[in-house]
């Protein structure tokens, strides 16, 4: 019976809705366990122990990162004030530099630190990072979603990398008035053990400056692809990053200047100087489905996707364009773009939800064809001047008709 038992490190732990697995160990598992199918039965066949000398978990699957939401203290001797003293003092984080671990609310000379969700975030010095190893698919799209905002009016970069790749997300433009502006990052692994890393690389003139970073989470999405009925592909923007916690109603705001193939957007490309917002179902109004893409940085905000075409053949396109009744108002414009044409659909917002349907027809010049969609118009919402917002869209449709 021995000699059919193996060592592992095993520790189940549900988040939110999803069912998350953090590696830890476990001694004298039965071989035979991989015949089981309900995964509850492992409990009772591991021995699960606290693992002291791996305070920085594998994390894989779906939701938080270990101690994504920065909830879990410090112990306070690993505190000067409000900064970290030693590269491990972090539960479930490695730190480098000048780290704060910091209460939301007023802070000491004036300052004021919002933390939309919860009570605590971590702020990054000058050229400070925090990291964390995840267990992950190779070659598997993810959508790595946090909470970020800057602290100071100066120009604030935050670089975020999964190698092989990295990224800057400039923190400059505010998307909505309360700090709670919560992004998503794609990446794809070539390996089974990544790090994530967050870095503030600027050298601020005032050191309180730079970044608050909260809500770590991660999901993995599924690739998407065409069907015979419609050429684009995750046409009603279904598949895409989740939200952190889901009494947060901002949004996800998708960076700029994503390639498609590693795009929190499956099968589309933020191509803008800004960021375009993805929006539920449950805070606000979507036209089909639970998903929608709002365009709230006027001709700063546009997504595209390249779809396969034969050259010469005509298509149409179809879309739905309106308000999400988030107070958004005002004269509105979605311009569409696909091969040589272009078309423009004009919106009369009140805020209220409305939305109607466009479609046009254009004649494929090559093999592939690029769709691109951008607002014409800025807006903000009536309630808040500060929050920018515009017109969504939804249900992208691309198919062959006859001349």
Not at 150 to 161: D, G, I, K, M, Y
Not at 230 to 247: D, I, Q, S, Y
Not at 338 to 353: H, I, L, N, R, Y
Request: net charge positive; glycine share 8%; proline share 8%.
């Amino acid at each position: 019976m021995a000699s059919s038992r193996s060592y592992c490190l095993l520790l189940l732990l549900i988040a939110s809705d999803s069912f998350s697995c953090h590696v830890l160990g476990a001694k004298h598992l039965d071989g035979n366990l991989k015949k089981k199918k309900n995964p509850l039965e492992y409990i009772g066949r591991c021995f699960l122990f606290p693992a002291p000398n791996l305070p920085h978990l594998f994390t894989f699957l779906t939701g938080f990162l270990n101690n994504g939401n920065f909830e879990q203290s410090p112990k306070p001797s690993n505190l000067k004030k409000t900064v970290l003293k030693g590269t491990r003092s972090l539960p479930g984080w490695e730190t480098k530099g000048l780290v704060e671990f910091i209460a939301g609310g007023p802070q000491p000379g004036g300052m004021y630190f919002p933390v939309a969700h919860g009570a605590h975030a971590v702020r990054l010095g000058n050229e400070a990072t925090i990291s964390q190893t995840v267990a992950v698919k190779p070659g598997s799209l993810y959508a790595l979603s946090f909470v970020a905002s800057r602290t100071c009016a100066q120009n604030e970069v935050l670089t975020v990398s999964v190698p092989p790749q990295s990224g800057d997300l400039p923190l400059q433009t505010l998307y909505c008035s309360n700090g709670g502006d919560t992004y998503a990052w794609g990446f794809k692994p070539n390996t089974t053990l990544v790090k994530i890393t967050f870095h503030n690389p600027g050298v601020q003139e005032d050191p309180a400056c730079g970044p608050l970073i909260d809500a770590v989470h991660l999901k993995e999405l599924l690739p998407p692809f065409p069907t015979r009925d419609n050429l684009v592909k995750n046409p009603g923007f279904e598949e895409g990053p989740r939200r952190p916690l889901t009494h947060s109603g901002n949004g996800i705001l998708l960076p700029p200047k994503q390639e498609d193939k590693v795009s929190p957007l499956p099968g589309w490309i933020i191509e803008s100087l800004k960021s375009v917002k993805y929006i539920d179902a449950q805070h606000y109004n979507v036209p089909v489905g639970k998903s929608a893409v709002e365009l709230v940085a006027g001709r700063e905000s546009a997504i595209a996707q390249i779809i396969r075409t034969v050259p010469g053949k005509l298509y149409a396109l179809t879309f739905a364009v309106g308000d999400a009744k988030n107070e958004c108002h005002g004269s509105m414009a979605v311009v569409a773009f696909a091969a040589k044409d272009s078309f423009t659909v004009p919106f009369q917002s009140s805020g209220d939800g409305k939305f109607k349907n466009a479609s046009f027809k254009f004649r494929a010049i090559s093999a592939r064809t690029r769709l691109t969609f951008f607002s014409s118009n800025y807006h903000t919402r009536k309630d808040d001047y500060v929050s920018l917002c515009g017109p969504v869209i939804d249900q992208v449709r691309v198919f062959p008709i006859k001349a």
